[in-house]
């Protein structure tokens, strides 16, 4: 079921809602992969579920096994494109409650490296030629 008022249901229907965060790069088996806005963290996705589950805990052993199997192939991507030290996975909704993850690399003895990130820094915007230019690369690396 969709919630008109969520930016992940609504994706098709009023894209401005998402495009005020994040950038589309392809579906995925589990549901649709953007690159994050703030780029502070060159290179943070968000893998959205394709339904408005709540958490983990709505959705059965199967869509849970490919919502991570996903997310672990966008990780894989991650370290082949931007080499991160480390990968911080974070799913919180608090205020978006549509299953989603946040998949943010993490680079050596740069922006919060050794610590938890936050929700969004608001310190550097990508623009969207080079968000662009991301979204294909790593579509293309997906087969997408
Ligand atoms: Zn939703």
Same mark, same amino acid.
Do not use: S
């Given at each position: 079921m969709k919630d008109t008022n969520c930016a992940y249901c609504m994706r098709?229907?009023?894209p401005a809602l998402y495009q005020k965060f994040g950038y589309p790069v392809c579906e995925m088996a589990s549901g649709f992969l953007y690159l994050f806005r703030e780029q502070s963290h060159p290179g943070r996705m968000i893998l959205a579920y394709k339904? +408005?589950?709540?958490?983990?805990?709505?959705?059965s052993a199967e869509e849970r096994k490919v919502f991570f199997d996903d997310a672990a192939e966008i990780a894989r991507i991650m370290h082949k494109l931007y080499a991160p030290k480390k990968i911080n996975f974070g799913m919180y909704g608090?205020?978006? +409650?549509h299953l989603h993850i946040h998949i943010v690399p993490k680079y050596e003895g740069e922006f919060e490296y050794g610590g938890t990130f936050a929700m969004?820094?608001?310190?550097f915007y990508q623009t969207e030629e080079k968000l662009e230019e991301m979204a294909a690369e790593i579509r293309k690396e997906l087969g997408k």
């Open positions: 098709e229907e009023n339904d +408005h589950a709540d958490d983990i805990a709505e959705i608090d205020t978006g +409650h969004d820094p608001g310190k």
